[in-house]
């Protein structure tokens, strides 16, 4: 069956280092998004992308990194300049001319 | 830019008991609006969206919602609420001024369902 794989579901990182969340989509979704979700805030989008080889800031990309080598992958590496990581990170996709969003299960992020 | 604001951070109904969820966005021209669901721990999940088509939208699970110009709301119902409804359900809008096809959520709305 199609779909988005995040991995892993869960995730602790020390402080300072920085860590890569996985996002993969057998859809053959052209376009894919990460989200942050904090309590009480509902989604954040972080960064996007529309095309391989190409990616957009979204409204809090401070501290974190993507690329898309490949159109069905789609990181996020969360630096040691994000101040506050601890999140549920969410990844989603859509089709050409479609607004509506495939979500993968998501990334539950600690710092400890 | 856009927005979208959902009234009401919790709302409590008793099982049977018609559900309503608000929503409101701002922009000046009518965008594509959407509603998911979310469960604990999971990602979200379709439950319909509005694309200019016709103005009140049926989805999954008896759900719909009307989608009111004059009003800017995309309000989410379903006539009688069952336990398993009980979730955080979230409105969002796409951009159709920019065309950036990044969704805008709201802060959700968590339903609770009373037996």
């Known amino acids: 069956d199609g779909g988005i794989t995040q991995s892993p579901k869960y995730l602790f990182r020390k402080e300072g280092q920085n860590v890569t969340l996985s996002c993969e989509q057998n859809l053959n979704h052209d376009a894919m998004y990460w989200y942050r979700q904090d309590p009480g805030q509902g989604l954040r989008l972080i960064y996007y992308s529309q095309i391989v080889n190409d990616f957009q800031k979204g409204d809090i990309a401070e501290g974190y990194s993507v690329s898309r080598e490949k159109k069905e992958s789609f990181p996020l590496t969360v630096t040691s300049a994000q101040k506050n990581p601890t999140a549920f990170y969410l990844c989603a996709s859509s089709g050409t001319g479609s607004y509506g969003y495939t979500f993968g299960s998501g990334t539950r992020l600690t710092v400890v | ?115």
Not at chain 2, 15 to 42: D, I, K
Not at chain 2, 83 to 98: G, N, P, Q
Request: charge should be positive; glycine fraction near 6%.
């Open chain 2, 1 to 115: 830019a856009q927005s979208v604001t959902q009234l009401g951070s919790h709302v409590s109904v008793s099982e049977g008991a018609l559900v309503l969820l608000r929503c409101n966005y701002s922009s000046s021209v009518p965008p594509y609006l959407f509603w998911y669901v979310q469960y604990p721990n999971q990602g979200l999940q379709l439950l319909l969206k509005y694309t200019s088509a016709a103005t009140l939208v049926k989805g999954i699970n008896g759900f719909e919602a009307e989608f009111k110009k004059s009003e800017t709301s995309f309000h989410l119902t379903k006539p009688s609420a069952h336990m398993s409804d009980a979730a955080e359900y979230f409105c969002a809008v796409s951009d159709r001024v920019t065309g950036r096809r990044a969704l805008t959520f709201g802060s959700g709305t968590r339903l609770q369902v009373q037996p």
